[in-house]
């Protein structure tokens, strides 16, 4: 089964895509889930030039991987593609998530994702978490919750949305990532 992890930054949406298919996947020491580039295209939309060149690289993506994250709400909106999303319910979460995206980034990145998004401090990327978690929840009923995640219920919560067992190797995956990341 080929899925996209349609999510902000911060919210956990690398480790969903590992435990669904790990192959490239790494934890750092700091608890970032890394991906081999070529899995990561769609975390930086404003790259490509056209939704054909977003739907080849999906082509390619989905020819080696059984899931791809994605930041690119707007465009599975519009090419009607069944997705996960990640989604935060409370501002706790949004803004450990917030929080948790500065810390684990370089400031080039922290600043490039100022300037795509107008957003100027943690407190603006939180709300903005919050913002995009209501509208995936408008786009899916794939809905995967960051508290769920952090709680140590993602690997329930995706056997349910996807209903298929996630394979042993995600669920430690999975595991390895809770220890990095307790709340």
């Known amino acids: 089964m080929k899925t996209l992890v349609v ?3 911060g919210t956990a949406g690398d480790l969903v895509s590992a435990i669904l298919d790990c192959r490239g996947a790494h934890i750092t020491a700091e608890g970032r889930v890394n991906h081999n580039p070529d ?4 975390k930086k939309p404003h790259t490509f030039d056209t939704d054909l060149d977003k739907d080849m690289y999906l082509t390619q993506g989905f020819g080696k991987y059984d899931s791809l994250p994605s930041h690119d709400i707007q465009y599975h909106i519009t090419r009607n593609h ?3 999303g990640i989604t935060v319910r409370t501002n706790k979460a949004a803004l450990w998530a917030a929080k948790r995206f500065k810390k684990l980034h370089s400031e080039s990145v922290w600043s490039e994702m100022q300037a795509t998004t107008k957003v100027h401090d943690v ?3 939180a709300q903005m978490i919050l913002d995009f978690s209501n509208l995936v929840a408008e786009h899916t009923k794939n809905v995967l919750s960051l ?3 952090i709680q140590g219920h993602a690997v329930k919560a995706l056997q349910s949305i996807l209903g298929v067992q996630v394979n042993q190797i995600g669920k430690e995956f999975y595991q390895h990532w809770l220890l990095y990341n307790k709340q």
């Not at 899995?39 to 769609?42: D, Q, S, V």
């Open 147 to 149: 508290e769920d995640i």
């Open 123 to 125: 407190d603006g990327y």
């Open 7 to 9: 999510y902000n930054g």
């Open 39 to 42: 899995r990561e295209g769609l």
């Open 82 to 84: 069944d997705f996960i």
